[in-house]
T-cell receptor, first 117, second 112 residues
Framework: AQKITQTQPGMFVQEKEAVTLDCTYDTSDQSYGLFWYKQPSSGEMIFLIY??????QNATEGRYSLNFQKARKSANLVISASQLGDSAMYFCAMREGRPGGYNKLIFGAGTRLAVHP | DGGITQSPKYLFRKEGQNVTLSCEQNLNHDAMYWYRQDPGQGLRLIYYSQIVNDFQKGDIAEGYSVSREKKESFPLTVTSAQKNPTAFYLC???????????FGQGTRLTVV
């Protein structure tokens, strides 16, 4: 069965430093997608970055990069040059990509990131 | 502007009453999802649908029901059988397996 694990309930980082948020996943499918979302205190879900299971390069979007290690089934999010506005909950998510199949989109428990000045 | 709309933003319900949460999208997405989020917790999948007139139970479907009569709409009914319905409910839609899901602003349901 699909499963997403985020082992860090909370993380602290100094402004302008880099931080890594951990995510491991479990799936028996060869085709799947991995996502990271940010949820500020307002509750909205903001899409950050996507990595496909067949993508050979690690995904990058501005200050966000995804450290994809397929053999270890990990998809860690790296935020470079942290800003105060990065303080939020961060969720890792996975969707299997079976063509024509029922593809659940499931989320991990989240990591609360606090950026200190 | 394209997007996904949930209404209402806040909802109060008396114990024993059914209540329906609305979710509408104009993104022409096939897949739609409902999630429940409790304070400080992650998102748990209630129901999802990949095509009109078809939907599947997620991990916590008991006490909930959905319909998908139109591509644009995926309403969620919280029934009286749901023992602890107070939570934040999020609806999402996506175009396909390899694309991100877009979320609505959420509905905060409180049982009084």
């Amino acid at each position: 069965a699909q499963k997403i694990t985020q082992t860090q309930p909370g993380m602290f980082v100094q402004e302008k430093e880099a931080v890594t948020l951990d995510c491991t996943y479990d799936t028996s499918d060869q085709s799947y997608g991995l996502f990271w979302y940010k949820q500020p205190s307002s509750g909205e879900m903001i899409f950050l970055i996507y990595q496909g299971s067949y993508d050979e390069q690690n995904a990058t979007e501005g200050r966000y990069s995804l450290n994809f290690q397929k053999a270890r089934k990990s998809a860690n999010l790296v935020i470079s040059a942290s800003q105060l506005g990065d303080s939020a909950m961060y969720f890792c998510a996975m969707r299997e990509g079976r063509p024509g199949g029922y593809n659940k989109l499931i989320f991990g428990a989240g990591t609360r990131l606090a950026v200190h000045p | 502007d394209g997007g996904i709309t949930q209404s209402p933003k806040y909802l109060f319900r008396k114990e024993g009453q059914n209540v329906t949460l609305s979710c509408e999208q104009n993104l022409n997405h096939d897949a739609m999802y409902w999630y429940r989020q409790d304070p400080g917790q992650g998102l748990r999948l209630i129901y999802y649908s990949q095509i009109v007139n078809d939907f599947q139970k997620g991990d916590i479907a008991e006490g909930y029901s959905v319909s998908r009569e139109k591509k644009e709409s995926f309403p969620l009914t919280v029934t009286s059988a749901q023992k602890n319905p107070t939570a934040f409910y999020l609806c999402a839609s996506s175009e396909g397996a390899g694309t991100e899901a877009f979320f609505g602003q959420g509905t905060r349901l409180t049982v009084v």
